[in-house]
């Protein structure tokens, strides 16, 4: 690496040793990418998708079939009864959101089991009173269940929580703080859980992030709808836009005619030029997420080696392909993240700086150079300017575009004297050395 990008020998050293450490968590994300590899290859065969599917209709976009194919292949590689993939959904807030008022009505409750939703949801549920047609708007109201102390579900509260409730929604991964992501057998005993207290209740999952890391999908885990982006793991970086919602038939028949019109639903909304990139996205998503673990679990791996904290650990158990890594103070973010755009293959060469983002209460720092403009499967990282000064990182289309864009970020610690060269010397956040 140091004929292109200068690279330290003592960083090349660390990134030679990271990856070594990695051997068995690798070993881990390839079989699982094996696994779905086949089951996406499957889903294709069996719905027999063909080059006329690729086709795009305009207007009203009646009898597209490469639509209805989509659908199909997303819900058989899921184990989904039934799916609407679209790139109507301008976001993975969108379709979240689409889901939520496509199955809730008046007067009804959702209990989040998670703790606090993802920040861009709490607008669609109203938290702060919002009076632009939020759910609370309409009449529907929300409580939470917190998480414990160590980020895992509250499993005891969640029968209390769950009475009279018409939903309970769930978020799998970690989003942008320090909880660990929820695993599918923990997704599995909370929906049991719900149930349990209601077999009516309808469990829902934020599934965003978390597509294609195990070897089974929420539907395969009583749960009752879910949803995501496609410019996360889904689309692989392929898809342009879009998201899904996905799960029993009903719900996701009346997410439709919130999506479209009640009466129409999925009858109509051409597709343009997009099915063929939505296709190949799915195909090409098992792999492109097993780079993307491979990238984090590299990151966790190198960083703990030059003595910083990494959340969750190389060899921990994974649910999501996001990344945190404490640094303990601003400089090391800033320099984190101006390295990864640094290194992007897009963008290179404009360099990200903190900036006030609405919804947060100090200044965020981004690096996303990307060929799809927001597009987290793509190796980007997002660092709030606060305690505990941690880096989120998520995505990587190949393993060796991220493994350069870890170790360069690395490079950009040393040459600033953030990451000392003595083994476990790290930074400590108090004072720079060189
Ligand atoms: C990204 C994300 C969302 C929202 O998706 P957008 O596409 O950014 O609107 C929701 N929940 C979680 C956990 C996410 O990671």
Request: with cysteine; hydrophobic share 40%.
């Amino acid at each position: 690496m140091t004929e292109f990008f200068g690279t330290d020998a003592y960083i090349q050293e660390l990134s030679h040793r990271a990856q070594a450490l990695c051997g068995e968590a690798f070993a881990r994300i390839e079989a699982t990418e094996q696994y779905n590899a086949q089951k996406v290859l499957r889903a294709f065969m069996d719905a027999r998708v063909s080059e006329a599917d690729m086709q795009g209709t305009t207007g009203y976009g009646y009898n597209d079939r490469g639509r209805d194919k989509l659908d199909e292949v997303f819900a058989r590689m899921t184990g989904a009864p039934d799916a609407l993939v679209r790139h109507n959904f301008v976001s993975g807030t969108h379709a979240i959101s689409t889901a939520l008022f496509g199955v809730l009505r008046p007067g009804d409750t959702v209990v989040s089991l998670t703790g606090a939703p993802y920040d861009t949801i709490h607008a669609t549920l109203g938290l702060h009173g919002e009076q632009n047609g939020s759910l609370r708007d309409f009449g529907i109201t929300y409580r939470q269940l917190d998480l414990l102390p160590d980020g895992t579900p509250d499993y005891d509260g969640v029968a209390d929580a769950c009475k009279g409730a018409r939903m309970a929604y769930i978020q799998r991964s970690r989003g942008y703080t320090l909880r660990p992501s929820l695993t599918a057998q923990e997704t599995q005993r909370l929906a049991a859980l719900a149930h349990a207290v209601s077999p009516d209740i309808i469990v829902f999952a934020d599934n965003c992030y978390c597509e294609f890391v195990e070897k089974t999908e929420p539907s395969q885990h009583g749960i009752d709808l879910f949803a995501g982006s496609l410019i996360k793991n889904p689309g692989a970086g392929i898809a342009r836009t879009g998201g899904y919602i996905a799960g029993k038939s009903e719900l996701v028949e009346q997410c439709a005619y919130r999506l479209t019109s009640p009466g129409i639903g999925r009858e109509v909304g051409c597709t343009l030029g997009e099915n063929g990139r939505m296709l190949m996205g799915l195909y090409l998503a098992p792999s492109v997420v097993a780079a993307a673990l491979k990238t984090a679990c590299f990151a966790a791996a190198l960083f703990e080696l030059a003595g910083f904290e990494a959340q969750p650990a190389y060899h921990a158990p994974r649910a999501d392909i996001v990344q945190s890594l404490l640094l303990r103070a601003p400089e090391p973010l800033i320099a984190f993240c101006q390295a990864i755009q640094a290194h992007s293959a897009v963008d290179s060469y404009v360099s990200p700086v903190p900036s006030p983002m609405p919804g947060y209460d100090s200044e965020v720092i981004m690096a996303s150079g990307s060929f799809t403009a927001g597009s987290s499967i793509e190796l980007s990282a997002d660092a709030p300017l606060r305690e505990p000064y941690a880096v989120w990182l998520q995505g990587g289309l190949t393993f060796a575009s991220g493994r350069i864009g870890i170790t360069q970020a690395a490079q950009a610690l040393l040459e600033q004297g953030y990451l000392i060269k003595q083994q476990g010397g790290a930074y400590d956040g108090t004072k720079k050395q060189v």
